[in-house]
Each structure stands twice: as structure tokens, then as C-alpha cells.
């Protein structure tokens, strides 16, 4: 009986303990969390919001700048150092820019190069600074916003064709854009980064004037227009992201952090429909500017559709991308208008990193006036795109349709279809650049031949041996059904891709 009793005391003790166990670590957990979401809370707090809370008393006296303070000691530093930066950063512009200009140089212009270049006395002004979350590489990436109205002393010295030197300055000089600064490798030694990369991150304007010393440009019909374009080339292949320029701070080999190619788009320009109408009689005559980058040498430019609204293009392009994260492809629809200046119908954009590698995107775009105003109420057409972003180290193969994280389009099913019924890989026989080509196509053209009557007597005895010949002009593919000896009708029952 003693056992018994015993056995029982024993297992309440046990289940006792246990609950009272279970209890504890559940307030535990519990305190836990509410610990852990007043961290969080107050994380997410700002200076603010912290003087709020604590007495005037106990604020840390080094804690006294709010995020324009911050801009304002940044701008007051910038001010006192900057005629040592002038000194400095006018004679590497010269000599990074220079060349550029020369590349860029019209054709009208025989030489162009700087006689004077310092950027003045008033320093650029910091408006915004961001740090960039970085997860793919170690380093600290930081990007400025500023905004300079300068008082450089510019003078470009341009020689015609004809042998007439014209010291020309710019002035007026209005910028505003964002800086990147990217600080990299992180490294155990002070001051704890290797180099430093800077680049104009995007530019949101870039004004300036120009003018002959002693005399007016207005006088040289062609020239102003000319070295505008050649300044803004210069400045976009120079300095703007993803190009860079890269400061060794400590000694090593940063050849890694220099701009390279990391893959290739291909781009089909399809078609464009409801186009908006520029001319005042007929229909506009529209062609497209595509490009990544917006340089004379790396833009491409469609055959021109004339009198037509919904013009049907089909061509194929393909850019190099140097920053999928960052770049954009941008077509732009015009009205050709021959030797005067095309009109702008509208442009589209899409961007790299919404691509999926080794993936066909088919896209129609909407069409706006502005591409840095979006809210373009007014109905300017539609520019129909194929897109394939192909990164270099992708393997030299076409993506496995039945791989589960793809979705298989009409055309790769036909194309699959096909391969099945063949017993072979199309794909493994084509190069890595047809295959691009190959996969980027407006779709599949399934002929059937049936049947022919009334066909006329080419023999002499009142008959014909007929057969069909099919050609594509543009691949210059051709077929041929069997022929039908001595016959005026034709069946025969022919299925062709």
C-alpha cells in the first residue's frame, strides 16, 4: 500500500515540477520578446524623438546634430579646405577630361583643349548623404547629394578647319547630382579601406554658357550647338556611374575595382502602337533611339516607319551592361522630320535588376514625355520590348525549361516541343550568340499546305507535275512539298515550322 501511495506522490511531484518548468520559460520568453521589441523601438528612434524622453540634463553633449546640423559642419569643413581641393582636382579634370574632349571633339573643330581650368572660389554644397546597404561585397558606399552654382574659370581653346583659334569660356556653371564614394577593400590597417572610387551617381542638371572671348558664339552658326553636345559627352563617359575613378590610399592592386563588362542585353524592338501624331499632315514617321548608355558610339537607332502610327520593327540590338543593379535600358520613339530636329513622341524605361538572368522578358511599355516625371496623364503610345539579360558567368548554356523556378513562354514550349519530337537538343548545337538571337523572336509560323485546283496545263500533255516552295525572306529558309506527278489539283498534306 505504502508503494503504491508513494508511486502517486511521486508522479504529481514529477508532473508538478514540470508544469512549473513549462510556466517559468514561458515568462522567460515572454519577457524576452517585450524586451526585444523596446529594443527595436527604440532603435528606430530619433534624436528627435530621444530628446522627448530624456531631461535636457542628461543628453549627451556629444549627441547635438540633427541630420542638417550634420550637412551644415560638412559644408562649413568643405568651405575652409576647398581652395586646396581647387588646387588639386583642376590639374587631374584637365588631365582626365581632356582626352575625352578630344574623343568627342565635332568634326568641324580640328583641336580642343583647356587653356585655363579652375573651379573658383565657391565651394559645392552638400544637400543629402546616404550610406548604401552593401550585402553582395565588403566595403562602405556612400552617396552625396549636391548642388554647386560655381564661379569656375574655364577657357576652352578650339581650333577650326579653316585655321581660326577661338578662346571659348564656359560660365554659368549649374550642377546638381549625387556622388558616389565607395571605400574599399576593408583592411586591418588605418585607415582601415584601401582606395577609394568616386563617380557622378546621377545627374539631375547640368547647365552652363558659352562664350568667345571678345567676341559672340551666336556669330559661328553649328559651333555652340557642337561643343554643348561635346562637354556633355565628355562629362557622361568620364566620370558618370558606372564609370569611375579609383584613389589608391594604401599601396596594392585595386584592378578589381576598375569598370568592367559583366554581361550583355539583348534587345528586340518590336513595335510601338497608338502612337502619338506629330505632323500636321499625314502620320508621323516614327523611329526609336535605344541605348544604355547615352553616348553617340553606344546608342542604336531603328530604321525609320514612314506615315505610320503602329510601326512594326523587328530589329535586334545588343549593349554591354557594366552595373546590372544600377543601369537601365531606354528606348526613345521620334518623328522623323529629315533635315530638321526630330520630335520626341516619348520614351520608356525598364531596369536591369528587374531582368531575370538567362530569362526572355516580353514587355509593352507605356510611353511618357518626361522619364524623371512619371505622371504623364496624356495617352502617347506603346513600345512593345524583348529582353534577355545574359550575365558573363552564366554558364554557356540555355536555361532548363523544366527547371522549376522558371515558366516556360509559348516559344520555348513550341521550341521544347520540337527537341522532343527530334530526339535531340537544338540548343546544344547553336553558339552562345545564336542562341541569344535565336530565343529572342516575335513568335513561331506553322504553315499547312493542303490543297491546289484549277491549276493551269504547263505540260504538253494538258497536265502538271506541281509542287509548293516556301521561303522566310528575311532568314532566307525554304521548303519544298513532294511533287505530284501528272495532275491539275493538288493534295497533299504538308505541316511545317
Known amino acids: ?5 508513494g508511486m502517486v506522490l511521486g508522479i504529481a511531484a514529477g508532473v508538478a515540477i514540470i508544469v512549473g518548468f513549462a510556466r517559468c520559460e514561458n515568462s522567460r520568453a515572454a519577457r524576452r520578446r517585450e524586451l526585444a521589441a523596446t529594443v527595436a523601438s527604440f532603435s528606430k528612434m530619433t534624436i528627435e524623438d530621444s530628446r522627448k524622453l530624456l531631461p535636457s540634463d542628461l543628453y549627451p553633449s556629444w549627441v547635438v546634430f540633427s541630420s542638417q546640423q550634420k550637412l551644415k559642419w560638412l559644408n562649413q569643413e568643405l568651405t575652409k579646405i576647398w581652395p586646396f581641393v581647387n588646387e588639386a582636382a583642376s590639374e587631374l579634370i584637365k588631365i582626365s577630361v581632356e582626352p575625352v574632349l578630344e574623343q568627342y571633339r565635332p568634326i568641324i573643330i580640328a583641336s580642343l583643349k583647356f587653356s585655363k581650368l579652375t573651379l573658383g572660389t565657391v565651394a559645392p554644397q552638400f544637400t543629402g548623404i546616404s550610406i548604401i546597404e552593401n550585402t553582395q561585397e565588403s566595403g562602405i558606399v556612400m552617396e552625396l547629394e549636391m548642388n554647386w552654382d560655381a564661379n569656375a574659370s574655364i577657357i576652352l581653346d578650339v581650333k577650326t578647319l579653316l585655321g581660326v583659334a577661338l578662346p571659348i569660356q564656359v560660365k554659368d556653371i549649374g550642377f546638381t547630382g549625387i556622388f558616389r564614394l565607395i571605400f574599399k577593400p576593408l583592411v586591418e590597417e588605418l585607415p582601415c579601406f584601401g582606395a577609394v572610387c568616386f563617380s557622378l551617381r546621377k545627374k539631375k542638371k547640368l547647365d552652363f554658357r558659352l562664350k568667345v572671348i571678345g567676341g559672340e558664339i551666336s556669330a559661328l552658326p553649328g559651333i555652340s550647338d557642337a561643343l554643348e553636345d561635346t562637354i556633355k559627352n565628355a562629362v557622361e563617359d568620364s566620370i558618370t556611374w558606372p564609370v569611375r575613378k579609383v584613389i589608391p590610399i594604401i599601396p596594392g592592386d585595386y584592378s578589381d575595382l576598375e569598370l568592367k563588362p559583366v554581361g550583355t542585353l539583348e534587345v528586340k524592338l518590336v513595335q510601338a502602337r497608338d502612337l502619338t501624331n506629330k505632323d500636321l499632315i499625314g502620320k508621323s514617321d516614327p523611329f526609336a533611339i535605344v541605348y544604355v548608355r547615352p553616348l553617340p558610339d553606344k546608342m542604336k537607332r531603328s530604321k525609320t516607319i514612314n506615315n505610320d502610327l503602329n510601326p512594326i520593327w523587328n530589329e535586334h540590338f545588343e549593349f554591354i551592361v557594366e552595373d546590372a543593379d544600377t543601369q537601365t535600358v531606354t528606348v526613345k520613339i521620334y518623328d522623323d522630320d529629315g533635315i530638321q530636329e526630330s520630335d520626341l513622341i516619348g520614351s520608356a524605361q525598364v531596369r536591369l535588376k528587374d531582368l531575370q538572368p538567362g530569362k526572355v522578358k516580353d514587355v509593352w511599355l507605356k510611353l511618357v514625355k518626361d522619364l524623371e516625371i512619371q505622371r504623364d496623364r496624356k495617352d502617347r503610345g506603346q513600345v ?47 553558339s552562345s550568340s545564336r542562341k541569344k538571337k535565336e530565343i529572342i523572336m516575335r513568335g513561331v509560323l506553322s504553315v499547312t499546305v493542303i490543297s491546289g485546283e484549277d491549276l493551269p496545263a504547263m505540260d504538253m500533255n494538258g497536265k502538271s507535275d506541281p509542287y509548293v516552295g516556301l521561303s522566310l525572306k528575311k532568314s532566307k529558309t525554304k521548303y519544298k512539298t513532294r511533287v505530284i506527278s501528272s495532275s491539275r489539283t493538288y493534295v497533299c498534306w504538308v505541316h511545317i515550322f
Open 1 to 5: 500500500m505504502g508503494f503504491w501511495v
Open 384 to 430: 512593345h520590348l524583348e529582353l534577355l539579360y545574359c550575365p558573363f558567368d552564366m554558364k554557356d548554356e540555355a536555361p532548363n525549361p523544366f527547371a522549376p523556378q522558371f515558366t516556360m513562354t509559348s516559344l520555348e514550349r513550341t521550341m521544347t516541343n520540337m527537341e522532343n519530337r527530334s530526339g535531340g537538343s537544338s540548343f546544344d548545337m547553336m
